[in-house]
């Protein structure tokens, strides 16, 4: 039941990210689109490139879990960690809140998957 357990936060983790990482790419690509670059959408300000590096993560890891791979936990936690953090930070800096209010919503949940499978052994 524990590796039932952990396969299901795993896959719940990594479709939530994958959710976040398009939520990220689709509105960079629509900029690039109308004439901006990448360097400029990824790194003015960084939010979306520490995004992009969180969700990615966090979905390797998922998967790593659902495979019953060893390490999933340590890549699902850097990506949370990260994710956690970049929320924080946005929130701190007074950034208007339609920019963190997902993150915000989320961040919890990631790291509630993160402690399943932190604390559910994979055997």
Same mark, same amino acid.
């Given at each position: 039941?524990? &590796?039932?357990?952990?396969?299901?936060?795993?896959?719940?983790?990594?479709?939530?990210?994958?959710? &976040?990482?398009? =939520? +990220?790419? +689709?509105?960079? &690509?629509?900029?690039?689109?109308?004439?901006?670059?990448?360097?400029? =959408?990824?790194?003015?300000?960084?939010?979306?490139?520490?995004?992009?590096?969180? +969700?990615?993560?966090?979905?390797?890891?998922?998967?790593?879990?659902?495979?019953?791979?060893?390490?999933?936990?340590?890549?699902?936690?850097?990506?949370?960690?990260?994710?956690?953090?970049? +929320?924080?930070? &946005?929130?701190?800096?007074?950034?208007?809140?339609?920019?963190?209010?997902? =993150?915000?919503?989320?961040?919890?949940?990631?790291?509630?998957? @993160?402690?399943?499978?932190?604390? @559910?052994?994979?055997?």
């Amino acid at each position: 039941l524990d &590796m039932l357990i952990r396969r299901l936060a795993g896959a719940v983790g990594a479709a939530l990210s994958g959710w &976040m990482l398009w =939520e +990220t790419i +689709t509105p960079i &690509m629509r900029q690039i689109s109308l004439g901006s670059d990448l360097a400029t =959408e990824l790194l003015n300000p960084p939010v979306a490139l520490l995004r992009i590096i969180s +969700t990615a993560l966090l979905i390797v890891g998922g998967l790593l879990a659902v495979a019953a791979i060893r390490g999933a936990v340590w890549v699902f936690a850097a990506g949370a960690l990260v994710f956690a953090l970049m +929320t924080g930070a &946005m929130i701190g800096l007074g950034a208007d809140y339609t920019l963190w209010r997902d =993150e915000a919503i989320i961040a919890p949940f990631l790291l509630v998957i @993160c402690g399943v499978l932190a604390f @559910c052994p994979r055997k």
